[in-house]
């Protein structure tokens, strides 16, 4: 057997269910489609991916890197549009950035990072065609 056939399932730790489930529906947009008590439940994209908020201990520390993200077709507009309902987006010494916090990569490929209401690391990106 391959796991490559199968559908991946996504995991981002929170300490309170009911900040996470405002942060993630309203701001964000997700639908919940349930709290089976140990995580909130979504599914996102296409694809239908099954994201898992997940209760943690309250004593959880974020991870310093991106731990979940969203490509996005136009980047700016979509950073644009979070802006404004309250998200603020990561500016990093290490990168040069555009004022709204998008990072151009050499590749081509852009960038832009936000946290969560726990501090986890989230991004949006663009990747050329």
Same mark, same amino acid.
């Given at each position: 057997?391959?796991?490559?056939?199968?559908?991946?399932?996504?995991?981002?730790? #929170?300490?309170?269910?009911?900040?996470?489930?405002?942060?993630? $529906? /309203?701001?964000?947009? %997700? !639908?919940?489609? +349930?709290?089976?008590?140990?995580?909130?439940?979504?599914?996102?994209?296409?694809?239908?991916?099954?994201?898992?908020?997940?209760?943690?201990?309250?004593?959880?520390?974020?991870?310093?890197? #991106?731990?979940?993200?969203?490509?996005?077709?136009?980047?700016? $507009? /979509?950073?644009?549009? %979070? !802006?404004?309902? +309250?998200?603020?987006?990561?500016?990093?010494?290490?990168?040069?950035?555009?004022?709204?916090?998008?990072?151009?990569?050499?590749?081509?490929?852009?960038?832009?990072?936000?946290?969560?209401?726990?501090?986890?690391?989230?991004?949006?990106?663009?990747?050329?065609?």
């Amino acid at each position: 057997m391959s796991l490559a056939q199968l559908n991946p399932i996504a995991f981002i730790p #929170t300490t309170n269910f009911e900040v996470a489930r405002e942060f993630y $529906e /309203t701001t964000l947009g %997700l !639908t919940c489609l +349930g709290d089976d008590g140990f995580a909130l439940i979504f599914r996102v994209g296409p694809a239908n991916l099954m994201l898992r908020v997940v209760a943690v201990d309250p004593n959880f520390k974020p991870a310093p890197f #991106t731990i979940f993200g969203w490509e996005v077709d136009n980047i700016h $507009e /979509t950073v644009g549009e %979070l !802006t404004d309902k +309250g998200v603020e987006f990561l500016h990093f010494n290490a990168f040069q950035q555009t004022p709204d916090g998008v990072w151009n990569a050499p590749g081509g490929a852009a960038v832009a990072w936000f946290k969560d209401l726990d501090g986890n690391t989230l991004s949006l990106s663009h990747h050329p065609a």
